[in-house]
């Protein structure tokens, strides 16, 4: 079973600031890929960044970093320069092709809520 | 259309009656998922389309959950005799599914809020 964990219910960042929203995660597939995204208050889920299991390189996209410690099972989002339109809630993601699924078959954490402040 | 297209974005309906919501993916789009949002259960997976292939429906809750795909495209999740506890927010998403996992980010509707009184 996969299992993710966000424990951070709410985060605060002033804007054009650095903030990091933590995840981390369990699962015994070898091969399985680490998605966030982030939900504004319209509702629609809307793909942040992608980190492989097996890629060497920590995921970048923008503003959006993706700190993916293997060992430590956590796979950290990092976001730059904070803008007032980063508020929202945030839901770390992971898939897999176990048993011949789909790596878009997610299993979500909780989510963190991020409020930038001007 | 340009995304992910679902409707009714609302729907309120009385314990006991039958709903259907109705999803129409990107076009293009092979995978097509449904998702719960609910306050309690965070987001939930329910089934999942790929082509031709039979749909994975691990993750529907009860046999009053049932899910079709006509044609390859448009797909709609049926809600038999709802109940209070099937009030959510139900997403529905679509990816190319191509073999590599990069391929298979979602692209999510805005959901319908359904409402069981």
């Known amino acids: 079973a996969q299992k993710i964990t966000q424990t951070q219910p709410g985060m605060f960042v002033q804007e054009k600031e650095a903030v990091t929203l933590d995840c981390t995660y369990d699962?015994?597939?070898?091969?399985?890929?680490l998605f966030w995204y982030k939900q504004p208050s319209s509702g629609e889920m809307i793909f942040l960044i992608y980190?492989?299991?097996?890629?060497?390189q920590n995921a970048t996209e923008g503003r959006y970093s993706l700190n993916f410690q293997k060992a430590r099972k956590s796979a950290n989002l990092v976001i730059s320069a904070s803008q007032l339109g980063d508020s929202a809630m945030y839901f770390c993601?992971?898939?897999?092709?176990?048993?011949?699924?789909?790596?878009?078959?997610?299993?979500f954490g909780q989510g963190t809520i991020l409020t930038v402040h001007p | 259309g340009a995304g992910v297209s679902q409707s009714p974005s609302n729907k309120v309906t009385e314990k006991g009656k039958d709903v259907e919501l109705r999803c129409d993916p990107i076009?293009?789009?092979?995978?097509l998922y449904w998702y719960r949002q609910s306050l309690g259960q965070g987001l939930e997976f329910l089934i999942y389309?790929?082509?031709?292939?039979?749909?994975?429906k691990s993750g529907l809750p009860s046999d009053r959950f049932s899910a079709e795909r006509t044609g390859g495209s448009v797909s709609t999740l049926t809600i038999q005799r709802t109940q209070q506890e099937d009030s959510a927010v139900y997403l529905c998403?679509?990816?190319?599914?191509?073999?590599?996992?990069?391929?298979?980010?979602?692209?999510f509707g805005s959901g319908t809020q359904l409402s069981v009184l």
């Open positions: 998403a679509s990816s190319l599914h191509s073999t590599g996992p990069a391929n298979e980010k979602l692209f």
């Open positions: 389309f790929q082509g031709n292939s039979a749909p994975d």
């Open positions: 993601a992971m898939g897999s092709n176990a048993g011949g699924t789909s790596y878009g078959k997610l299993t």
């Open positions: 980190q492989g299991s097996y890629d060497q």
């Open positions: 699962t015994s597939d070898p091969s399985y890929g």
């Open positions: 076009s293009g789009h092979t995978a």
